[in-house]
């Protein structure tokens, strides 16, 4: 799966994100691909790793940064039929921000401790 677009991460109008953007989220979700190995090095790892995380990216075994676009690398086996997702006039996606919806609550993706975040829009 890739997301495109992830510029927002670092704009202005989009600052109010701060250690929340998107970014920080799938840099979250790479540690939970790592920590799956907690068990190899036990000793080696900080104590009251979050099982919870790790479980919720089972099916994730790889996410990669390129120029603008962050894409997970999900075991085909456990998801759902892939589908076309097309921003243009067959079906225009739904900007939140203009439906007075300017946040959503996500379980933040956290080896080290279960945190959940309340990310906002930009302006």
Known sequence: MAVEDTY???MKDFSSHG???FL???KGVS???VGRSHGLYPDRFPPGINMDSIQQ???VFGVNFYNGIVAFQIDPKACDKPQIIRNQNVRKAVDFRHH???SATVDWP???QKKTVTVEGGK
């Open 8 to 10: 927002t991460s670092l």
């Open 19 to 21: 250690d929340n953007s």
């Open 24 to 26: 920080e989220y799938a």
């Open 31 to 33: 540690d939970c691909v």
């Open 57 to 59: 990216f089972k099916h």
């Open 100 to 102: 007075g919806k300017n």
């Open 110 to 112: 956290s080896v080290k």
